[in-house]
T-cell receptor, first 114, second 112 residues
Framework: DGGITQSPKYLFRKEGQNVTLSCEQN?????MYWYRQDPGQGLRLIYY???????QKGDIAEGYSVSREKKESFPLTVTSAQKNPTAFYLC?????????????FGSGTQLSVL | QKEVEQNSGPLSVPEGAIASLNCTYS??????FFWYRQYSGKSPELIMS????GDKEDGRFTAQLNKASQYVSLLIRDSQPSDSATYLC????????????FGKGTKLTVNP
């Protein structure tokens, strides 16, 4: 089945630690995205990538880093510089261009601070 | 800053009623509009997309778009308890490099 796989489902971070969230898709989509969702809030864009080896900052990129070495994979690292990392993290993918740029989401990773 | 506004609710309707969810957006040139449903603790799921003024129906769901008023709505007919979720409105602003902007969502509760 085609889809987007995020792992782990739950992740705990100790102070000063970097953690990496995995996102893999087999939809053959060119674009991939990372969003952060806080309780009662909408989705805020962290980073996005429209092509391998290229990515752009979203609205809240500080304290995060990404890589796009393969079309299928777009891991997100939450660095120790992100002082308030507790949130629900969503990875998404889409085709690129045109009106029909629908986003499809993975199941999400809940990150908490110990 | 391009904005998408939704009434946060909660919106409560009885089973079998019509639920009406509303969304306004700031970028007049926006071309694509989407409604996502998100159950508690789960990821958003696309339920409707609309690109032209007027109504678009899909089963019990109807999306309505009025670009002159910068307004998009979602109607759910014959509401069921399983429709209880948060509904997110998303708008793609004008410009090829622009990304989707999401509203904060409206929480809908359908009471049996």
């Amino acid at each position: 089945d085609g889809g987007i796989t995020q792992s782990p489902k739950y992740l705990f971070r100790k102070e000063g630690q970097n953690v990496t969230l995995s996102c893999e898709q087999n939809l053959n989509h060119d674009a991939m995205y990372w969003y952060r969702q806080d309780p009662g809030q909408g989705l805020r864009l962290i980073y996005y990538s429209q092509i391998v080896n290229d990515f752009q900052k979203g609205d809240i990129a500080e304290g995060y880093s990404v890589s796009r070495e393969k079309k299928e994979s777009f891991p997100l690292t939450v660095t120790s510089a992100q002082k308030n990392p507790t949130a629900f993290y969503l990875c998404a993918s889409s085709r690129v261009g045109g009106l029909n740029e629908k986003l499809f989401f993975g199941s999400g990773t809940q990150l908490s601070v110990l | 800053q391009k904005e998408v506004e939704q009434n946060s609710g909660p919106l409560s309707v009885p089973e079998g009623a019509i639920a009406s969810l509303n969304c306004t957006y700031s970028d007049r040139g926006s071309q694509s509009f989407f409604w996502y449903r998100q159950y508690s603790g789960k990821s958003p799921e696309l339920i409707m997309s609309i690109y032209s003024n007027g109504d678009k129906e899909d089963g019990r769901f109807t999306a309505q778009l009025n670009k002159a008023s910068q307004y998009v709505s979602l109607l759910i007919r014959d509401s069921q308890p399983s429709d209880s979720a948060t509904y997110l409105c998303a708008v793609k602003p004008q410009g090829g490099s622009e990304k989707l902007v999401f509203g904060k969502g409206t929480k809908l509760t359908v009471n049996p």
